[in-house]
C-alpha cells in the first residue's frame, strides 16, 4: 500500500476531524494499532506515536482527500 492510500480509509470533517470510515492496522515503527470505522482523530491525538489528523492532512494536501 502506497502511504497516500491511508486517506482512503478516513473521511476528513469540516471541522478538521478525521473519522475512520474502514477498518484497518495501523503499523508505526512505536506499535501496531487496530483502528476502527467510527473512530474519531483531531488534531494533537497520537496513536502509535503519530498524530494521525496531522499525517492525513499533510498527505491530504499533496494527493487530496
Request: proline letters at 3%.
Amino acid at each position: 500500500m502506497a502511504k497516500h492510500d491511508i486517506l482512503g480509509f478516513f473521511e476528513h470533517r469540516r471541522d478538521g476531524a478525521w473519522i475512520c470510515v474502514r477498518p484497518f492496522t495501523l503499523t508505526t515503527p512505536n506499535a501496531s494499532v487496530d483502528i476502527r470505522q467510527g473512530m474519531r482523530f483531531d488534531y494533537g491525538k497520537r496513536i502509535g506515536g503519530v498524530d494521525l489528523a496531522e499525517y492525513l492532512e499533510r498527505l491530504g494536501s499533496q494527493f487530496g482527500s
